[in-house]
């Protein structure tokens, strides 16, 4: 880099996180989840009258608070995550010049990372927010959902038996680095594509 004031710094050094788009408290998916409700609150009302109604109610608000402190606590993870993780670290590592490695490490966070939905995608999104390209994310949650060791320990392996469970493993490990090659392939293009 040349110490000239009329040259700006090459922006390939310093790889920068993505930035966080803004998110709409009320959207277009919010709408049709509203309209989705207020119409089946409507044909249970009919069939079952108010009582109907607030039964379900009542058993959906304590739904909602038994599953709330887990939903807390994996934004809470997912924030803590993007806040300690150095952001030049993951995006060599993960990001969309990682190659095959980030692919591979990708696949292999997801296989082992424990909990249910409430982690993996706060954790996700974190990733993505600290220099995570969309392959590498993309074969972690492929890898969470398709290998997830902790439900094949905790309920695949006890009810299918060990040779189902390791042989649907051993098939299912392409499966997210595929996807995640994919998923880089096809932004890259799309971005390419936009910002035409």
Request: charged share 15%; aromatic share 10%; proline share 7%.
């Amino acid at each position: 880099m040349s110490d000239s004031p009329n040259t700006l710094p090459d922006d390939s050094e310093t790889p920068k996180p993505r930035k966080s788009r803004k998110r709409k408290p009320f959207g277009w998916s919010t709408f049709i989840i509203l309209v989705l409700v207020v119409v089946s609150a409507g044909l249970v009302f009919q069939r079952d009258g108010l009582d109907g109604v607030l039964k379900i109610l009542f058993q959906d608000f304590s739904l909602f608070g038994e599953i709330m402190p887990r939903v807390l606590a994996g934004c809470l993870l997912g924030g803590l995550i993007a806040a300690v993780l150095p952001h030049d670290k993951v995006s060599k590592s993960l990001g969309p010049e990682s190659g095959l490695k980030g692919l591979l490490i990708g696949t292999a966070f997801g296989a082992i990372l424990p909990g249910g939905p409430f982690t993996a995608y706060p954790v996700a999104s974190a990733l993505l927010a600290v220099g995570a390209d969309f392959g590498a994310t993309i074969a972690m949650v492929v890898s969470w959902t398709l290998i997830g060791y902790g439900r094949a320990v905790a309920w695949e392996m006890p009810i299918m038996g060990a040779d189902f469970t390791l042989w649907r493993i051993v098939i299912s490990l392409p499966m997210p680095v595929l996807a995640g090659a994919l998923g880089r392939f096809v932004y890259v293009r799309l971005k390419h594509r936009m910002t035409l």
